[in-house]
């Protein structure tokens, strides 16, 4: 059963800034949000990650909702090698193990 | 480029083979995942360890699959006897484990079962 729910694709253009959403409705107190992005023949990329405040780094800014229910990866002046699939994940450690739960992602596509 | 090695990239078997795929995790990581996602980009969690200790597995990888992270050694995913269905791209990842819980990935080992 899926923990994060994304939008299937999103299309920009070079230049622009790239808002992608991710909704986490049932996001207990202990669980992070991940990003990752994967392009095709290669396996996910670490892009940022955040628990309660936003966070920013040289690749992405992540703003995260005050109640934590949905959080958004902005992507300020995409280019060509921005281009690809987005997972939004959550990481619980409920167990005592820390597992991933990754959604489908969404595809962005980047136009030139 | 990611530090953490799958080989082999592509496997290709016939139902009922073997298919065995190796992951040597980035230096000094002592936790292993490994994934397997499908041609809809989805994602399932098949098995991790920290060091040589399986820590949480399905019930799929408990009665197909037979994994193992020995110390000195590639971890290693082996499928007992391959189905159509287990063609996919499996993915490794290792990480520092406690509270550093950045997953670093491999590039994968797609697995096409005829």
């Known amino acids: 059963d899926a923990k994060t729910t994304q939008p299937d694709s999103m299309e920009s253009t070079e230049g622009e800034t790239v808002h992608l959403p991710c909704s986490h409705a049932?996001?207990?107190?202990?669980?992070?949000i991940y990003w990752y992005r994967q392009v095709p023949l290669q396996g996910p990329e670490y892009v940022t990650h955040g628990l309660q405040q936003n966070t920013t780094n040289s690749m992405a800014f992540l703003a995260i909702a005050s109640d934590r229910k949905s959080s958004t990866l902005i992507l300020p002046h995409v280019s060509l090698r921005d281009a690809a699939v987005y997972h939004c994940?959550?990481?619980?450690?409920?167990?005592?193990?820390?597992?991933?739960?990754f959604g489908k992602g969404t595809s962005l596509t980047v136009i030139p | 480029n990611s530090k953490v090695i799958q080989t082999p990239r592509y496997l290709v078997k016939g139902q009922g083979q073997k298919a065995k795929m190796r992951c040597i995790p980035e230096k000094g990581h002592p936790v292993v995942f490994w994934y397997q996602q499908n041609k809809n980009n989805e994602f399932k969690f098949l098995i991790n360890?920290?060091?040589?200790?399986?820590?949480?597995q399905i019930d799929m990888t408990e009665k197909r699959f037979s994994a193992e992270c020995p110390s000195n050694s590639p971890c290693s995913l082996e499928i007992q006897s391959s189905e159509a269905g287990d063609s996919a791209l499996y993915l490794c990842?290792?990480?520092?484990?406690?509270?550093?819980?950045?997953?670093?990935f491999g590039a994968g080992t797609r697995l096409s079962v005829l």
């Open positions: 360890f920290q060091n040589q200790e399986v820590l949480q």
């Open positions: 990842a290792s990480s520092l484990g406690g509270g550093q819980n950045t997953l670093y």
């Open positions: 994940i959550l990481r619980t450690d409920n167990t005592g193990y820390q597992n991933f739960y």
């Open positions: 049932t996001i207990s107190g202990n669980e992070y």
